[in-house]
Structures are given as C-alpha cells and as structure tokens.
C-alpha cells in the first residue's frame, strides 16, 4: 500500500482524544500498523482480533466501546455472516463507523445486504487502494424501533 493509499484511507477517520478503533482481519499487519499510527498521537487504541473462532472474537469484543471497525478481508470469507455482523455491530458505539476492506475481485452485494439488514446508512464505496474495495457504512440509532 502506497503512502498516498494511506492518507487517503486515514482521512475517513475523525481524529479524537482516546480514539477507539476495533480492527478485524485475518492476518493483515500492514493495515493494522497503520491504525496504531494513525492513533498514537491522540492515545488511542487499536483492538486487532482474528475473524476465524466467533466464539472467541464474541468474548473478546466489548460492547459499544469502537468508534471504528475496521473489517478486513473478512466478511466474505467467515462461515456466518449474520454472527460476525452482530459481534461486530453490538462494539460499535451509535453513529460509529464499519469500514470493509474485501479484493477487487469479490461482489460487494452481500455487504451492502448485510449493511442494510443491520441498520448501517451512508454506505459507500470508495477506491483507495489498489487490490482492496473500501465499504464504509455509519452505524444508525435506531431508537424506537425493533
């Protein structure tokens, strides 16, 4: 990933005192590394959890404490999506954001459905990288409803 990738995809973030980042991946060190960049002048933190034991990935993530989710090369491949949204969903705080990283070569459809299904609007698709797709959706309050 190129140094302007980079600035791009850090210009999504807003930047905040004590900036809470949930990054979701199988092995992608460079963007992980990049998060800990991005953050360490405003004493952040970056959770960096394995996809691959939901069970796990369920206990180790904290309820509404992310300002991001950061869901690399993920989504596509886990067994049960539905699960993997809601661990994911239930960390992110209201009007948090859920960013999908997923290769060129994949169909998006089956993010945008998941996105919808559970409650994440201003969805987009963003070309920053050259090997990687960008998804970006913003956690929804959804007050009142069920």
């Known amino acids: ?20 980042i949930l990054s979701l991946n199988n092995d992608t060190n460079k963007i992980n590394e990049s998060l800990n960049q991005f953050v360490s002048p405003y004493n952040g933190n ?31 491949k886990s067994e049960d999506k539905n699960i993997l949204m809601k661990i994911i969903s239930s960390g992110i705080r209201d009007s948090g954001y859920i960013i999908f990283l997923e290769e060129k070569d994949k169909s998006f459809d089956e993010i945008y459905n998941l996105l919808e299904e559970f409650d994440y609007g201003a969805v987009s698709s963003i070309d920053i990288f050259e090997n990687y797709n960008l998804i970006i959706g913003k956690k929804l309050h959804m007050w009142g409803m069920d």
Do not use: G
């Not at 995809?9 to 005192?17: E, G, H, N, V």
């Not at 691959?52 to 993920?74: P, T």
């Open 46 to 76: 970056v959770t960096s959890l394995d996809t691959e034991v939901l069970k796990i990935l369920r206990a180790k993530v904290k309820r509404s404490s992310y300002d991001y989710a950061v869901v690399h090369d993920a989504i596509l």
């Open 1 to 20: 990933m190129d140094t302007k990738s980079l600035e791009d995809f850090k210009s999504l973030f807003s930047f905040t005192p004590s900036i809470s």
